[in-house]
């Protein structure tokens, strides 16, 4: 039996992660710390809020007593690291954030653990895991035949989002060589799933597509992606935690390269045919193109490239699935149908996350309607 504490339990993944592990694991005890910033939700753990292996708490990663406190209180054995300023565009026009959250953050969480579990031998915990979740962009970016990242791959990052998470990831690294802490760490491809704030292209489509407004690509849209289900995510994480060397770093990926451009169209098609087939959404949703017997594709933006973009991430798995007999359980297909029944499905959900801030944000960033 575990006892984690999930660090930004509240957002897309740290959420999905809450509800896969109290699923799979309901002997298990659960705490979260969320500092419930702009993509933080209470909305994303309503189901499991009465689950007595549960707490919340409300408080910041750089608070490093209040984390110390928690790992004791709670005789955590567990840590899996998710809070994390996320947002390419974000980072580029507010950095600062992502330096705080997400280098002074984690250093912050690392001193709580060190000073918990390893510095009084009295009281230590010996048997402890320090998880990391990183990114696959702290690799930097590939050209359409460079082979996939390993985990042997040098970083590179070019923005500052992907500059703070390849920090962090040394961090980590550092207390492990020099203090012994016994960490592991996962570099992830881009996640997709139900909760996913709606700044990030998926949601954002599927959103825009319901108000009849504008999809804005980047570009010419052909940057590559590998795409992960978030609960494929949470799977690949489980292995980490159960069966991963202390010390190494693993690759989680969803084995499916898409260009943003064809998953624009993928989605556009998709729910062109569940208005088609479902003539309640019409009524529900009476803006949509679909709704009108248009076309979703119609709605296709092309607007200026953003600075720095990484042209193809891909994820090579090869260690993690040889080692721990990881295989993502969802293709792109499969993965992708589901995230969109899920978003017509929780119209509630995503309308209360589509606050003004967040409109003028979006705004702001393509220059175009946002209303």
């Known amino acids: 039996m575990k006892t984690l504490l999930v660090t930004g339990g509240a957002g897309f993944i740290g959420a999905n992660f809450v509800h896969y592990w109290l699923a799979q694991y309901p002997q298990d005890k659960v705490i979260v710390i969320d500092a419930l910033t702009y993509a933080g939700n209470m909305a994303n753990l309503a189901t499991v809020n009465s689950n007595p292996n549960f707490t919340f708490v409300q408080g910041d990663i750089c608070n490093t007593a209040l984390v110390e406190q928690l790992l004791r209180a709670h005789s955590v054995d567990t840590l899996v690291h998710f809070a994390a300023e996320s947002h390419v565009d974000r980072s580029i026009t507010g950095p600062d954030a992502f330096i705080e959250t997400n280098i002074l953050g984690t250093y912050s969480l690392l001193k709580a653990a060190k000073i918990v579990w390893l510095d009084n031998k009295d009281t ?118 159960n069966k991963g060397r202390v010390g190494e770093n693993y690759n989680i990926g969803g084995n499916n390269e898409w260009a943003n451009i064809d998953i624009v169209k993928t989605i556009c098609t998709l729910m062109d045919q569940q208005f088609a087939s479902n003539s309640a959404l019409a009524a529900q949703f009476p803006k949509a193109a679909a709704a009108q017997k248009g076309d979703s594709a119609s709605l296709i933006t092309y607007v200026k490239d953003r600075p720095g973009h990484d042209r193809r991430y891909a994820i090579d798995a090869t260690k993690t699935n040889n080692e721990l007999g990881y295989q993502p359980k969802e293709s792109f297909e499969t993965g992708i149908t589901k995230t969109v029944a899920w978003y017509l499905n929780n119209e509630a959900w995503w309308r209360a996350v589509m606050d003004g801030s967040y409109k003028d944000w979006l705004q702001k960033q393509y220059d175009a309607p946002a209303s």
């Open 124 to 241: 230590g915990v010996s048997n402890h895991r320090f998880h990391h979740v990183s990114t696959d962009e702290v690799y930097g970016t590939l050209s359409a035949t460079d082979p996939a990242f390993t985990e042997e791959t040098a970083y590179a990052p070019n923005s500052p989002y992907s500059a703070s998470k390849a920090a962090s990831d040394h961090l980590v690294r550092a207390y492990h060589h020099t203090y012994g802490l016994n960490v592991t760490t996962s570099n992830c491809s881009n996640n997709y799933g139900p909760y996913h704030f709606p700044e990030k292209l998926i949601p954002l489509v599927i959103t825009h597509i319901l108000h009849n407004e504008a999809l804005p690509i980047y570009g010419d849209g052909q940057q590559i992606r590998d795409w992960l289900y978030v609960t494929d995510h949470a799977y690949g994480i489980d292995l980490v935690l």
